[in-house]
């Protein structure tokens, strides 16, 4: 037994609780466990805390909604200010300032949520036979049934049994195959679902034109894009949104994780203005929502946060951290020490060019938090970090390498 009652995430669960770190406090990038140890956080908690742990604007905006009113649900006739405010705040900053946008309190379910608005834009339209689904190799959509089905990365989508039928796969560096696809089966392809920049699956940009590509195949056969920007919203790449990094324009897209920074979930799909007036146009009643769908507290959570991160400058100040982070990598890289690196904004890879778990655990024991992906460390810090806190990381990574590599160690 593991002693607890808890079963992790993503872990093995015969892992007994006291192996496990047992974070206890955070300010800024800085994490505390009940050891006393302190790390910085530079995966952001996961992909997602844009201002830092403890950050006191989002924590009174918290404490004030809770002597206000901590939850309500927004099942029609009730609707409250903070759902309302965050919902206007988010499509404000995004490519369709005119659309709607639902929310939930997970990436998986906005990943679930924005492919049943897939299917029923398609149903609404009357083109009954439109249920295919395009995924991408590599890429990471939670682990809801829906989610998993169009998850590029297998060993999530393996013991499962069954998923969602009328799924499809296309590699994520070439688009050949996908215009391929979509001449043979592209009046029954719903949408194509991508990561602006696939995170989960290894930190991998597009290659140039690709998103482009899509765009014009999904417009030229009557098909959805779905950008699922969980990972890549709220200032990670530079933009508020990766679909702005990257110029295209997708129909629908997920956010979640950046919104709050982690303070509370919170999650959501925008939908064009073309598609929010289709499903307007419907007089039958909406048939989906869940029981937390625009929380009060979660909301203005969203509010504050979104507001700090506009207050701070921290949508640019991504682009600064890139620059620093591709510094550090590039020095590592001429003295030998890493086969490559990856990524835009405030979110990379260091690919070591051998299983990075060694080396993750070396860098931890040096007080830095990073998460292995094959031969690779992925870094996601919050984007209130400072070149100081950029530089420790780079210190101590090259120590690690030199702890852990085949070559140097």
Known sequence: MSGSALIHPFSVLAQHENEFIKIVSGEG?????????????????????QIGHGNRTVIDAITAQLDQLQTYNTFAP????????????????????????????SGSEAVDTVL????????????????????????????????TSVQGLEPIRTGWGDLLPHVVEIPNDDVEPAAQLFAEHGDRIAAVISEPIQGAGGVIPPPDGYFEGLRRLCDEHGALLIFDEVICG??????????QTFGVTPDM?????????????????????????LM??????????????GH??????????????????????????????????????????LAGYRGLGAIWAADLGYDAAETREAFLK???????????????????ISDAEIGQIFDRLEDAIRATSPVTA
């Open 116 to 147: 049943k608005f897939a299917r029923r834009v398609h149903q609404l339209r009357g083109d009954v036979d439109r249920q295919i689904f395009v995924r991408r190799t590599g890429g990471y959509h939670g682990v809801n049934v829906g989610g």
């Open 296 to 337: 009060p507290t979660a909301c203005a959570a969203g509010v504050a946060n979104i507001g700090v991160i506009e207050s701070e400058g921290l949508v640019e100040q991504a682009s600064h951290i890139g620059t620093k982070m591709e510094e550090g990598f590039r020095a590592l890289q001429g003295d030998g020490m």
């Open 366 to 384: 040096r007080g830095v938090i990073s998460r292995p992906v094959a031969s690779a460390l992925m870094f996601c810090p919050p984007l209130v």
């Open 253 to 277: 897209f997920t956010f979640a994780k950046g919104v709050t920074s982690g303070y509370l979930p919170l999650s959501g799909v925008v939908v064009s203005r073309e598609i929010a007036e």
């Open 29 to 49: 990038v800085m994490l505390r466990d009940d050891a006393g140890n302190e790390y910085i956080d530079a995966l952001a908690s996961l992909w997602l805390c």
């Open 78 to 105: 009730f609707s409250n200010g903070p759902a309302v405010e965050v919902a206007e705040m988010v499509r404000a900053r995004s490519q369709h300032p005119d659309g709607r946008v639902f929310l939930g309190c």
């Open 234 to 243: 709220f200032g990670r790449t530079g933009s508020w949104f990766g679909g």
């Open 280 to 293: 307007e146009s419907d007089p039958e009643k909406f048939m989906h929502g869940y029981t937390y769908s």
